[in-house]
């Protein structure tokens, strides 16, 4: 959509500066000048991108199509998905036996004292 935008602007600038009837300028891209007036109000979805190349060519205009590679790499998802960015490799580390121990945690009592090594299931709110 936003290609067939582009070549409308460009061709009703470029036959604006004919300085002539809409009939005229029908008759130089040769269309009829219905066409031409669905051209000129912006109609893009009467025209295809195909026919727009075809009259900007005709109105001694040249198309230049420059592809570029994307910013970040995407991938194709067999899931029917658009376009997502391919997912990191981590490599996976061995398990600690600190990753495995219950959870500790270390909790003060009114008066200061510590209640270091009790599980988080035995502190309760006061």
Request: net charge positive; hydrophobic share 40%; proline share 6%.
């Amino acid at each position: 959509m936003k290609l067939r935008s582009e070549l409308m602007i460009r061709l009703r600038d470029r036959i604006a500066d004919w300085n002539t009837t809409q009939t005229a300028a029908a008759k130089r891209l040769g269309i009829t000048q219905p066409r031409l007036n669905d051209l000129l109000r912006g109609r893009v979805d009467k025209f295809s991108l195909d026919a727009l190349v075809g009259l900007v060519g005709k109105a001694g205009l040249v198309v230049r199509l420059q592809i570029k590679p994307a910013a970040q790499p995407y991938s194709f998802r067999s899931s029917g998905a658009a376009f997502w960015p391919r997912a990191r490799q981590v490599p996976a580390r061995p398990m600690t036996a600190a990753m495995t121990a219950p959870a500790t945690a270390v909790a003060r009592t009114t008066d200061g004292s510590s209640a270091k090594g009790c599980s988080i299931s035995q502190l309760t709110k006061p």
